[in-house]
């Protein structure tokens, strides 16, 4: 293969532009030519292509967002819309691509795989950790370390103030955000969509840790369940402690990567390359147990996403 493609598509997340690096550097070193393609699929209809050197990466690896800039491309799931894409791959000649985005884009990536037979390898980008295959998608690290962050300071204002927190993360249907931010930031609770929630049991768990000393509670929904503002509201009118809302919202999709997802990026990004060289396609990459793995992408979409149950009783046990 002599000259693939690269787009980020969807949400962005930090560490896509680590990712791009990977993909650009892995790709020059065998030899092969890339061409960034901007907005994600909308710049592949548009034809928005962009040749990529050694120097259009550097000093990104530690910079959120993604250089080739995101969109959503409803367009790409038409007849018409599929036509347009290959037809710019072909007047580029474009051998094989990645595909940097979450699930949505994946579906697009096993559009060109399947049917247009365009070799393509998906990379797991996403801040909400809702891909099954995986254990992790990129970004998904930093954005935690974000809300932890913001956590931190609604703990101290809240202690102060002897209130309840109600602290809104994203993840669209999946709740590893939350689950994840609660855990690691102490909360008391997390309503996530996975598990269904009862607010009476939360106004006694809130009462018992009161009476055993506690000055404060956070408790971390994810979006998929309700806003901040709406579960705030019902829980202000069954407690008498004074509860306060704050949605954390895009912030939490910004930032400088960490050093977990620069890895992953740098994984991510080689292994993908690595796989184009080697003549294969329709593959998607990820991480499991600790290794870097790669798995035919039919089968990695089709796989449902499960709640980590052991994760959410841990921080039953040892929150209050
Ligand atoms: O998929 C990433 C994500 O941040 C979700 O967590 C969230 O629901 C959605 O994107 C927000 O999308 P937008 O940036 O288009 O408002």
Same mark, same amino acid.
């Given at each position: 293969m002599k000259r693939i493609g690269l787009l980020t598509s969807g949400g962005d997340a930090p560490g896509m532009n680590a990712a791009i690096r990977a993909v650009v550097r892995t790709a020059i070193y065998f030899g092969m030519e890339v061409y960034g393609i901007e907005r994600g699929y909308a710049g592949l209809l548009n034809d928005e292509i962009v040749p990529m050197e !050694?120097?259009?990466?550097?000093?990104?690896?530690?910079? &959120? &967002? *993604?250089?080739l800039r995101t969109a959503r491309c409803l367009? !790409?799931?038409t007849k018409e819309g599929q036509e347009r894409a290959v037809a710019t791959l072909n007047k580029h000649g474009i051998e094989g691509l990645v595909v940097i985005g979450g699930d949505g884009s994946f579906r697009g990536a096993r559009v060109l795989s399947e049917q247009y037979g365009v070799p393509t390898i998906g990379i797991p980008g996403?801040?909400?950790?809702?891909?099954?295959? *995986?254990d992790y998608t990129l970004g998904f690290d930093t954005a935690v370390n974000t809300c932890l962050d913001i956590i931190n300071k609604l703990r101290d204002t809240m202690t102060s103030h002897e209130r309840i927190s109600v602290v809104e993360v994203m993840g669209r249907h999946c709740g590893d955000i939350a689950l994840y931010s609660g855990i690691a930031s102490g909360a008391e609770i997390i309503v996530v969509p996975e598990i269904a929630f009862d607010i009476e049991e939360i106004v006694s768990k809130i009462n018992h840790s009161r009476a055993n000393g506690k000055h404060s509670n956070i408790i971390v929904i994810a979006e998929g369940v309700m806003g901040a503002e709406q579960f705030a509201k019902q829980l202000q009118s069954v407690t008498s402690y004074s509860v306060r809302p704050t949605c954390i919202g895009h912030?939490?999709? &910004?930032?400088s990567p960490s050093m977990a997802d620069r890895m992953l990026a740098a994984q991510f990004g080689n292994k993908a390359v690595r796989l184009l060289a080697e003549g294969k396609g329709n593959r998607v990459v990820g991480i499991r147990n600790n290794q870097i793995i790669d798995m035919d992408i039919i089968e990695a979409v089709s796989m449902k996403k499960t709640f980590n149950h052991e994760l959410y009783e841990t921080l039953q046990m040892i929150s209050m």
């Open positions: !050694m120097r259009s990466v550097s000093n990104i690896v530690q910079c &959120g &967002g *993604t250089k367009e !790409m799931l996403t801040i909400d950790n809702d891909l099954e295959y *995986t912030v939490q999709r &910004g930032g």
